[in-house]
């Protein structure tokens, strides 16, 4: 009876070890999963900053980009700005020139037609003293 006592524990010792030790290994598998999926996460997570600063990088230059079209087209309104008022102003000076030179020729015509008047009177008064 001994000799079925010692196998019978025997066994449960070997049971148990058996148990420990797949215990222990699904323990290992699982801390190895947890491990694998930590790591699987900070690769997301660097491929995450990676995607964004790129994502930054992309707007940085799009906003320097919109910067320089809108400083050239301001650029480019100011140029057109400024031969709008050299032309007004040539136009001005023109045409304050032509009126002077019309008022002018008018001071002129009068003038003229004032002497050939009193030329004509003077004649015709002449004429009247000669008679």
């Known amino acids: 009876e001994v000799p079925l006592e010692n196998d019978k524990q025997s066994m449960k ?3 148990k070890k ?3 030790k797949v215990k222990r290994e ?3 598998k699982r801390k190895q999963e947890k491990k694998e999926k930590q790591g699987s ?3 997301e997570k660097k ?3 990676k995607i964004e600063k790129e994502q930054k990088e992309i707007e940085k230059k799009a906003k320097q980009e919109t910067e320089k079209m809108e400083k050239m087209e301001r650029k480019e309104r100011k140029k057109i700005e400024k031969e709008k008022k050299e032309i007004e102003k040539k136009e001005k000076q023109e045409t304050k020139k032509r009126e002077e030179m019309e008022r002018k020729e008018r001071k002129k015509i ?3 037609n004032n002497e050939q008047e009193g030329t004509t009177t003077g004649k015709w ?3 009247c003293f000669c008679i």
Do not use: D, I, L, N
Request: glycine share 0%.
């Open 13 to 15: 010792k070997e049971k």
């Open 18 to 20: 058996q148990e420990v």
């Open 26 to 28: 699904k323990e290992e």
């Open 41 to 43: 996460k900070k690769m």
């Open 47 to 49: 491929e995450v900053k």
């Open 110 to 112: 009068e003038k003229e």
């Open 125 to 127: 008064y002449s004429c």
